[in-house]
């Protein structure tokens, strides 16, 4: 079965930037759909964004919409979030899955905290 | 705020069942099927159960989900330690074109 793990989360002021990569461990991800998941230590799960295998199909959860980009290089087998403009309310661990595109039996990585503080 | 609601703690003893909740609505649950996830703390979220109903390989029996209108419950039966664990319910919202989660329940074993 497919594992992911993310990477790049850290320290970042309010406004600043950061680049999540998710890596696969086989090749390629296949015919489905990547997604990404974030959470605020202690709350609930939210959706944050998808994209196809095709690189299609890209949509985003409103309260990131203008300042996250999702993409993926299928020749790396690696997915990325740039996320610009970051807020404080963005501060959470961010978790990459593999599932269809309703988020059915999905496969998750274990996480990377982004902390969003001056 | 969540969209789907659980409780946010359930305990039981070695042994014992325990029930989770997690309500929703007719755009969510009551369109679409239920998965379940046991999450560790560091870990990835494993898949418990999907459709509704269905265990993948490798998850034992005492894990079963079911499903009722706009309501769906993970059941724990024969409680262990190594359950001690945050379970999320997920389904896919047709109003919000995306999925939505219930904010997790702690299960203590006690």
């Known amino acids: 079965e497919v594992q992911l793990v993310e990477s790049g989360g850290g320290l970042v002021q309010p406004g600043g930037s950061l680049r999540l990569s998710c890596a696969a461990s086989?090749?390629?991800?296949?015919?489905?759909?990547i997604h990404w998941v974030r959470q605020v230590p202690g709350k609930g799960m939210v959706w944050v964004s998808r994209i196809r295998s095709d690189g299609t199909g890209v949509a985003y959860a409103d309260s990131v919409k203008g300042r996250f980009t999702i993409s993926r290089d299928n020749a790396k087998n690696t997915l990325y979030l740039e996320m610009n403009s970051l807020r404080i309310e963005d501060t959470a661990v961010y978790f990459c899955a593999r599932a269809n595109r309703y988020f059915d039996e999905a496969v998750w990585g274990p996480g990377t905290l982004v902390t969003v503080s001056s | 705020q969540s969209v789907l609601t659980q409780p946010s703690s359930a305990s039981g003893t070695p042994g014992q069942m325990v029930t989770i909740s997690c309500s929703g609505n007719a755009s969510n649950i009551g369109s679409n099927t239920v998965n379940w996830y046991q999450h560790l703390p560091g870990a990835a979220p494993k898949l418990l159960i999907h459709?509704?109903?269905q265990r993948p390989s490798g998850v034992p029996d005492r894990f079963s989900g079911s499903k009722s209108g706009t309501s769906a419950s993970l059941a724990i039966s024969g409680l262990q330690s190594e359950d001690e664990a945050d379970y999320h319910c997920?389904?896919?919202?047709?109003?919000?074109?995306?999925?939505?989660f219930g904010g997790g329940t702690k299960v203590t074993v006690l």
């Open positions: 086989e090749l390629p991800f296949g015919s489905n759909w």
């Open positions: 459709n509704n109903i």
């Open positions: 997920a389904v896919w919202d047709d109003s919000l074109n995306g999925p939505v």
